[in-house]
Each structure stands twice: as structure tokens, then as C-alpha cells.
């Protein structure tokens, strides 16, 4: 949420209501306050504002560097720490459907900026500025789990998160609340801070003061929820109070010369005040929340009573939702009263993801993904992982009432992806395990212990992503490994268009990161950038965020920790040994010249080959050398060298050298693999691919309803 111009005014009509403050300081004179001097200072932190300021990584565009960003988060957390203050963190948890339409102005408005991305990198090979920054897929997700790694108290809302936020510093006394959206000014709540104007190293920031605004507005706290509403917010569209804001701008212009009417957004603000002033004056027994001498529709009333009420943190006219209220279930009826406290306590302690959502509000979103609408050969992440979606649905929701005379309960989907209004959300019907034991109970999952518990977990995880046979690798490599094994499995079922150098950049980088260093990672120079290898990096870390739900869903067989991204992925590395695979870069050289990590690379290859060979899916070789040199020559041109050997370890990169080695080499197969396969040893390198019928690419009926000419396979 936010209110319409008002921190603007506040910051230049209004300065004094804007004061720079210590919150090292702040908190000193918080503990001196209060009765309880033994406990730190609480601040309450907005997690979703901060996301862009934490976001500090050089690179964002590759997916994402996340061993950088967990030394940021742990840095930051630090400071804090050390200056004696207690930090209490708040994620957004779901959208309120009243906020729906604003969530999808906003979805449709980053639509438009990740097309101008994908434009930027096809034509300058590089990645854009600032002006077209956009934060890596899942941020907001993996943060929560981060910061309750490094042992922080995380909140994920039920509600709308900034009225929770408000709640909890109120009931608990905290010194303030540190975010960057204007609600705060009018809760009556605590002092707030901004994030966007925090000087870390020194502890400063801005303190909009609520106090200063009301006595330069000449406006009680008590009226400041109706002023917001008559500005507009999220609850009350700007348009709904046109009328109210153009009579109150008159009658301001009216009894104000020019001179001293300030720029047109102050006068907003000053207009609009001395209207709710003057409403008051004229209705002293006025005791409900709008004045009876505010004349309205009754629709655009109700609606302001209702943007009203979203302000009140307390009393018999308080939002009726919060952390004490009964527990909201769309599917109620199916499921005991354990199952439903258990679900709403793991996601509001920010353990869980996605469960909470499908069974407690049938609905589920996803944000915007780097995704290129140009680009008919990968598909979206939205049709990449419907399959195993529909597997944690069926986890979740399929038991023993239905059978095949009653239609399964559908979920909601608000997904963002090309071709996508967002005008309805696609109802996508839950599919059954593939398993041929009953299907486990939520309350053998989530409850019950013992080793025979624990297998059924693990192969109801592994189900859902169609890998069963990866379990006997469980305990043999590191879970993050099985993790990162599982997923691009995963992906190389589903993506007809998925070759075996884009395998081999998977998992060499997953198994090499491992043993790269922050610094390391830090030094990583790409020659150019590759706008499918950017939407490849995408599509992995969303990737990871669906196996955080499965494994919620499976009663958490694996440690969240182990499908972390910065545990498997690194955007800039991953893109290294993208255009390292497609050049035909030995296999040696692929693995950093590491004898272990080759030897595990080929065996975890083998493990996929197996897999996909069962289901009858052969990956073919497509080296796009001639592509990457192309872009290679436009970036530099025939002979320069970029004075960096850090990328690739051959101490050459001028196009040249890129030529002569891709001829050479056969596209990274040493010459005892490519012997081996010549006998008939693998089926990795130069199978024919058959593309999957149509069918596997539509969405079937009562599912999505949209099928756009890239959801299907080529030449059809």
C-alpha cells in the first residue's frame, strides 16, 4: 500500500516532519524509556521494502549471485546486532484480493520492463543499468529463509503485511518500524524509519515524524486514515475520490494566493487536509468513521469505510483479521484441525512455502520471471513446472473422498508470463503421485516418525519431480547435489529445447560452486552476455523455489538449507559455464581442472542420462558455438583480448582462440568418453531427438485455458 503524494509532501513541503536521526541513539533512549531495561530495543523491519537496498550484487540479470548476497544479509544483520538493537523481520505472504487489481497494474507494468531487458541484451551483449534493474526470481522468497539461518526472528503475513507490521510494533512496544511505503505515517502506531535513506556504516536515517505532519496539516492522528483514503491508496483507487479532491482544490486555490500554495503535489496534500478539517468542524457530534457531511454514493462510501478500517489497529471497528483469528481454509472440511494449525504456524513463522496458500486460500501467485517473449524455444516457468505443481496440489488436497465421480478442487493460479492478461486466474486441477502405494496421508507426513516414515517422504519429494530412482543416492552426495540432480532432471523433461551442453552447464556449475569461494565467484569477468542462458538461470533458481514447496508438502524429507540457491547456483558462474559448454571447452577445463569434481560430474551425468533414457528422453548435443562467437566478434572484435584469464583459465579470450579451440575440441568430451560412446557406451552426445507430441505442450481442459503458439513444440 501507499498514499498518494504524501511522503513527497512530506519531504519537500513539509521538511521538518522529516528529521535525520541515530537509531543507535534512537534505541539508547527507547531502553531508557521503558520499565524492561534487560531486553534490546525491537525494530521492525519491512523485509519487501528492503529487498532492493540488500540487493547490492554487481550482477542481477544471471540469476543471481547468492553467496554474495547471504554475506550481505549477514553483514547487515550485524550491524544491527551490534549496536544493541533486536530486528524482527515481516515478508508478504499472500496478495488480499481487494489488492489484486493493484497487484496486477504492477505485474503487467514489470512485464513491460523485462521485455525492454531481454531487448538490451540481444542488442548490447551486456547487462542493462539501474533504469532497468529488476531483482533476481524468488528473492523475497530464499531471503526469509536466509535471514532465519542466520538466526533472526521472520514473520511471512496473512493479511495485508504492512497492517501486520503495524500491529506488532504497536502491541509490543518496538522503537520503530524500518521501511519505505507512506501507510506507516498513518497507522498509529510506531516512529518510521526509512530503509531508502539508511547510511548502514553510520546507523542514520530519516524519521518521518507523525507528529510534525499532523500540526502542519492541522489534522488529529485519528483523521489521518480518512485523508489517506481521500488521497487514494490501494484499498481506494485514486479515481473512486477524483470529485472530492477537485472541490477541495478549488476551495483551496480560493483561500490561497499562488505564492504560497507550494508545487502542485503539496497542494494536494494542504487541500485535501483543510477538507477533512472543515468536515470535522461542521459535524461536532460526528462519532463513526466518515462524517455524515461528507456526501457519497453508497458503493464509493462502503468502499471508503472499508480503506478506513484497513488503518485501525485496534477497538470494536479494528480489522477483524489477525494473528489470533480462526484459520481461514478453502478446503476446511477435508482436513483435521491439526493439519490446518500446523499449515498456518509454519508459514507464519516462515518455515513453510506454498502449502499454507493452496490449502488454506486455494490460491497461489508468482511474480515475474526473466523470461523472453521472443524466445519460442523455452518455454515459461509457469508451463516449465505446471507438472510438479500439480503433484504438490495432489499431494496436498487428493485423498480418499475423491474418487472419479467427484471433480477434484482446483487452485487458483495468478501466474505471470507472456501472453498472460491477468484478467482471471488459471484453474489448474491437482494430479496424483505417481506412486504405487495409497497415497500418504498429511498426518503420516508431517506427524510420524520413523525410517519407514522418512522413505515415504523422500519418494513422495522425488515423485513429484518424476525422479524416484534418485533415491538411493540419498545420504551417497550431498543434498544440495541430489537438489540440484532432481531439478535439472526435472527441467530436461519438460523443455524438449533443453540440449546436453545447457545439462553440462547445470551441473558442472552446481558441482564447482561448491568449492568456489565469495571472493572467487566475486571475479568471475563474462566476455558477453547470452539472453537464453540469462532465461536458462531464471528458470533454475524458480526451480528451487518449487522444491522448497514439495518438500514443505512432504513433511521436509530434505533441510530447507540444502535447496537454498547459493547452496547450487551462482548467476555469473552459471553463465560462465554456459558459454564455456557451448564452445566445446574440455571437460577438464569445464570441471576447473579438479580430477574430483570431474569424476563426480560424470557420474551425476550418468545418473540423468539413466533417468531421462527410462522416459524416453535423449537429450541431443546443440553446441551454439557459431551463436557465441558471433556475439563474441560484435562485443570485441576478431583478435582482442579482454586482459582476462579468470573466466575461462586459458589465458586467451580473443574470438581467434574461440574458433580454433571449437573446432578442436568435441564439444566437451574427452577423447576416452568419446571412444566409450562410440561403442555404444552412452546415449549422451549425438542421440536424435523426437520432440514430444503436441499434446504434452497444451494445457488440458480445466486447467489453463490460454495456450500461446510458444507453448508448443516446433514446427507445429
Not at 487489481?101 to 551483449?125: A, D, M, P, Q, T
Not at 508438502?553 to 564455456?580: E, I, R, V
Request: proline share 5%; aromatic share 10%.
Amino acid at each position: 500500500m501507499g498514499v498518494k503524494g504524501l511522503q513527497y509532501f512530506m519531504e519537500r513541503c513539509c521538511p521538518e516532519s522529516c528529521v535525520t536521526v541515530n537509531l543507535k541513539e534512537i534505541a539508547m533512549q527507547h531502553v531508557s524509556k521503558t520499565s524492561d531495561n534487560s531486553s534490546s530495543p525491537t525494530l521492525v523491519v519491512d523485509g519487501m521494502a528492503c529487498l532492493r537496498h540488500w540487493y547490492s550484487c554487481k550482477d542481477w540479470v544471471c540469476g543471481g549471485q547468492w553467496k554474495e548476497y547471504m554475506s550481505i544479509l549477514r553483514r547487515w544483520v550485524e550491524t544491527f546486532t551490534s549496536a544493541g538493537i533486536h530486528l524482527v523481520f515481516f515478508f508478504d505472504g499472500m496478495v488480499e484480493e481487494n489488492k489484486r487489481h493493484e497487484w496486477v497494474k504492477r505485474r503487467r507494468r514489470v512485464n513491460g520492463e523485462v521485455s525492454k531487458i531481454f531487448r538490451y541484451i540481444k542488442l548490447h551483449r551486456a547487462q542493462p543499468g539501474k533504469d532497468l534493474f529488476s531483482l533476481p526470481s524468488g528473492l523475497a522468497t530464499f531471503t526469509r529463509f536466509a535471514l532465519r539461518t542466520l538466526g533472526q526472528d521472520v514473520f511471512c503475513s496473512v493479511q495485508e503485511a504492512d497492517y501486520e507490521i503495524a500491529c506488532y510494533a504497536h502491541r509490543h512496544g518496538c522503537m520503530g518500524i524500518l521501511g519505505q511505503d507512506s501507510d506507516f505515517i498513518i497507522y498509529d502506531s510506531v516512529h518510521y524509519f526509512s530503509v531508502a535513506k539508511l547510511h548502514l556504516d553510520r546507523l542514520t536515517t530519516v524519521l518521518y515524524d507523525q507528529e510534525r505532519l499532523c500540526r502542519a496539516i492541522e489534522l488529529d492522528v485519528s483523521q489521518l486514515p480518512l485523508l489517506a483514503c481521500l488521497l487514494g491508496n490501494d484499498v481506494v483507487p485514486e479515481k473512486c475520490m477524483q470529485v472530492i479532491r477537485n472541490n477541495a482544490m478549488e476551495a483551496y486555490r480560493k483561500s490561497y494566493d499562488t505564492a504560497h500554495s507550494g508545487a502542485p503535489q503539496g497542494q494536494m496534500v494542504l487541500a485535501v487536509s483543510q477538507y477533512v478539517n472543515s468536515l470535522w468542524g461542521r459535524d461536532k457530534e460526528q462519532t463513526g468513521l466518515i462524517p455524515q457531511a461528507l456526501k457519497l454514493p453508497a458503493a464509493n462510501r462502503k468502499l471508503l469505510e472499508k480503506g478506513i478500517c484497513s488503518y485501525l489497529l485496534a477497538g470494536p471497528e479494528a480489522r477483524p483479521k489477525d494473528a489470533q483469528s480462526p484459520i481461514p481454509s478453502t478446503f476446511k472440511k477435508d482436513f483435521s484441525p491439526e493439519i490446518l494449525k500446523a499449515c498456518r504456524e509454519r508459514h507464519v513463522s516462515a518455515e513453510g512455502f506454498m502449502v499454507y496458500n493452496v490449502l488454506c486460500e486455494g490460491v497461489v501467485e508468482c511474480s515475474n520471471s526473466l523470461e523472453d517473449e521472443e524466445d519460442h524455444e523455452l518455454l515459461p516457468q509457469a508451463f516449465v513446472f505446471k507438472s510438479c505443481r500439480q503433484r504438490i496440489y495432489g499431494l496436498l488436497l487428493l485423498n480418499k473422498r475423491y474418487d472419479n465421480t467427484v471433480e477434484p478442487p482446483a487452485i487458483r493460479e495468478w501466474f505471470v508470463y507472456p501472453g498472460n492478461p491477468l484478467k482471471e486466474p488459471d484453474m489448474v486441477l491437482p494430479v496424483p503421485l505417481d506412486n504405487p502405494c495409497e497415497q500418504p496421508s498429511l498426518e503420516l507426513l508431517w506427524f510420524s516418525s520413523g525410517p519407514d516414515v522418512s522413505t515415504i517422504r523422500l519418494m513422495s519429494f522425488l515423485s513429484i519431480f518424476d525422479c524416484q530412482e534418485f533415491a538411493n543416492l540419498y545420504g551417497v552426495i550431498e543434498d544440495s547435489l541430489l537438489v540440484a540432480l532432481c531439478l535439472i532432471t526435472y527441467i530436461a523433461l519438460q523443455v524438449p529445447s533443453l540440449c546436453s551442453e545447457d545439462v553440462d552447464a547445470y551441473l558442472s556449475q552446481a558441482v564447482c560452486l561448491r568449492l568456489k569461494s565469495l571472493q572467487e565467484l566475486q571475479q568471475i569477468k563474462l566476455p558477453f552476455l547470452c539472453s537464453r542462458a540469462v532465461q536458462l538461470g531464471s528458470l533454475y533458481v524458480r526451480g528451487l523455489s518449487y522444491m522448497l514447496g514439495a518438500n514443505c508438502a512432504s513433511g521436509c524429507p530434505l533441510p530447507n538449507t540444502a535447496l537454498m540457491p547459493w547452496q547450487s547456483f551462482d548467476g555469473q558462474f552459471f553463465h560462465s559455464k554456459y558459454l564455456l559448454a557451448h564452445r566445446g571447452t574440455d571437460q577438464m577445463l569445464l570441471l576447473d581442472k579438479n580430477a574430483a569434481s570431474l569424476a563426480l560430474f560424470l557420474q551425476l551425468r550418468e545418473k540423468h542420462v539413466e533417468v531421462c533414457k527410462k522416459k524416453n528422453r535423449v537429450l541431443q548435443s546443440r553446441s551454439r558455438t557459431s551463436e557465441l562467437e558471433k556475439s563474441y566478434t560484435t562485443c570485441y572484435g576478431d583478435g582482442h583480448t579482454d586482459g582476462g584469464d579468470n573466466w575461462q583459465d586459458t589465458g586467451e579470450t580473443s574470438a581467434g582462440r574461440w574458433r580454433r579451440e571449437s573446432n578442436q575440441l568435441n564439444f566437451g568430451y574427452s577423447g576416452a568418453n568419446l571412444h566409450r560412446e562410440r561403442k555404444g557406451g552412452s546415449q549422451y552426445s549425438h542421440p536424435r531427438f523426437h520432440p514430444p507430441s503436441s499434446s504434452r505442450w497444451r494445457p488440458s481442459r480445466g486447467q489453463y485455458q490460454r495456450a500461446p503458439r510458444w507453448c508448443q513444440p516446433p514446427g507445429t
